[in-house]
């Protein structure tokens, strides 16, 4: 199983850039990595998937260097409302089966 | 279209009960998933369903839990005997296939109080 760490909490502000950073080291040639972001009592949410490179969508950028040991999740110009848990998931060699860490608890202040 | 419901949202029941928690997945989708959620942790992966068979149930915790999908759509967890370490969010998730690193859906989840 591909091991991920990403840091346990972050502070911003509104306005700015966040960057949260996981590491993959043992990821797969297969895996993909993907994003999600969980709300106070809901779900987690889909945000963002890739595999190499650069991937946008209208909610975040996710940054993959060539050697895949790391990945890091841009949200632009957040908003109180980005307040949330975010999850780097990395596949598991074959598996369909996601497997979640603890997260990054993200606050964005005023 | 009509996102993954979950019933009821919230279930208080005292310790020996049985309780079953429901799940309505996205029209369609064939693979459903359960988790449970401890307080500042990350969903823990329970069972998943392929249609009416669970194709992998590794992730129950013991025999007490047992989960069923009889038409391949609603999907039933049961809990006999709670314990209070059961208390938890219980979330469920559909997808369209199941493939690998498929987007999963959730659900709002079920919060389980055993006193």
């Known amino acids: 199983l591909a091991k991920t760490t990403q840091p346990i909490s972050m502070d911003s502000y509104e306005g700015q850039e966040v960057n949260i950073t996981c590491s993959h080291n043992?990821?797969?040639?297969?895996?993909?990595i993907t994003w999600y972001q969980q709300f106070p009592s809901q779900g987690p949410r889909f945000i963002i998937q890739?595999?190499?490179t650069k991937v946008t969508n209208e909610v975040a950028s996710l940054f993959i260097p060539a050697d895949r040991k790391s990945s890091t999740l841009s949200l632009p110009r957040v908003s109180l409302s980005d307040t949330a848990v975010y999850y780097c998931l990395v596949g598991s060699g074959g598996s369909y089966i996601p497997t979640f860490g603890r997260g990054t608890s993200l606050i964005v202040h005023p | 279209g009509a996102g993954v419901s979950q019933t009821p949202s919230n279930k208080v029941t005292e310790k020996g009960k049985y309780v079953e928690l429901r799940c309505d997945p996205i029209s369609g989708h064939t693979a459903l998933y359960w988790y449970r959620q401890s307080l500042g942790q990350g969903p823990e992966f329970l069972i998943y369903?392929?249609?009416?068979?669970?194709?992998?149930d590794s992730g129950l915790p013991n025999d007490r839990f047992f989960a069923v999908r009889p038409e391949g759509s609603v999907s039933t967890l049961k809990i006999q005997r709670t314990e209070r370490g059961d208390s938890a969010v219980y979330l469920c998730?559909?997808?369209?296939?199941?493939?690998?690193?498929?987007?999963?859906?959730f659900g709002p989840g079920t919060r389980l109080l055993v006193l």
């Open positions: 369903f392929q249609g009416t068979g669970a194709a992998d």
């Open positions: 890739g595999y190499k």
């Open positions: 043992n990821i797969a040639t297969n895996d993909y």
């Open positions: 998730a559909s997808s369209p296939v199941g493939g690998e690193q498929e987007t999963q859906y």
